[in-house]
């Protein structure tokens, strides 16, 4: 009997999130993007990194459909290149800061006392700076480079998740079942990932969603300054800082990754409102 309420639970949650026109737009395109990611290799028609002198800059052709760079290397193939690297780059990001960010949220949220109080003020220390801000000021002292930017992302991403965590485990842990678990005797540890964490994920997966785009534009904005990916990496920030030096004369090398970059975040965010559409009980 339970295994038919949950099948069809999960039913009515894909039939409503189909019908929801945005977010299945979003979902479309991030499926897509993840497919170019994982096959990436087998995708690209050249050699990301193989230089041709005779052929830079040369605008799209049917040989390199988005052109070649200053060096002659094929545009697409750069790009196609890139969006595994912006992918892995927001799936660790979103990783490390909602493992790091959800444990200490539901920690603070169901101890409470000293323990809420510290992990609090320290949220509350990292909010006080913009994210960007706090980002460039992390990888400013870690040095530039494409893992020191995604721990930079990760740790300026840590205080949404947790702030959300313990805003959601403070109302869930008032429910009469947590309070019978109590009771029975079940250990901390068991209550707040077996009973309360699996009640809060509704608006964490929306939070997950929105972070993975805010991650892949805030990593290609400091690779963009020089910060994060180096060359000759392929990755979307990158090739667009090098582009911005020609863009009077090869426009492609700043619109192509561009539009990857737009793209991507665009899907996720019509995703990401879409999930909050159809799991918050408000709406």
């Known amino acids: 009997m339970l295994d038919n309420r949950l099948k069809q639970n999960r039913w009515e949650f894909w039939r409503r999130l189909f019908r929801h026109r945005s977010a299945t737009i979003g979902l479309v395109i991030v499926l897509g993007v993840s497919m170019v990611a994982i096959f990436a290799p087998l995708l690209v028609p050249h ?4 230089q041709n002198i005779l052929s830079a800059l040369s605008p799209p052709s049917n040989e390199h ?4 760079d200053a060096m002659g290397r094929d545009l697409l193939s750069r790009v196609i290149l890139g969006s595994r690297i912006s992918v892995t780059v927001g799936l660790v990001v979103v990783l490390i800061a909602g ?19 510290v992990i609090s003020r320290i949220i509350d220390l990292l909010l006080a700076f913009p994210s960007f801000l706090l980002a460039l000021s992390v990888l400013t002292i870690l040095g530039p480079s494409l893992i020191n930017a995604m721990l930079a992302v990760a740790i300026a991403t840590i205080p949404s998740f947790a702030r959300v965590a313990r805003g959601a485990a403070l109302a869930e842990k008032q429910r009469d079942h947590i309070l019978a678990a109590r009771v029975l005797g079940v250990k901390d540890g068991g209550i707040i990932f077996r009973h309360i964490l699996p009640n809060t994920l509704a608006p964490l997966m929306v939070l997950a969603t929105v972070s993975l ?10 690779s963009f ?10 990755e979307w920030g990158a090739i667009l800082s090098r582009g911005r030096e020609y863009m009077r004369i090869a426009w492609w090398l700043t619109v192509f990754p561009g539009l990857a970059i737009a793209i991507s975040v665009l899907a996720l965010n019509l995703l990401g409102d879409g999930l909050r559409d159809l799991l918050d009980p408000r709406l």
Request: glycine residues 12%; without cysteine; negative net charge.
């Open 47 to 50: 050699d990301p990194l193989e």
């Open 65 to 68: 459909p988005f052109g070649t």
């Open 99 to 117: 493992t790091t960010g959800i444990t200490s949220g539901l920690v603070a949220a169901y101890f409470e006392g000293w323990i809420d109080n």
């Open 213 to 222: 785009a805010t991650a892949i534009l805030t990593t290609a904005s400091l």
């Open 225 to 234: 300054l020089g910060l994060g990916a180096q060359p000759p990496t392929p």
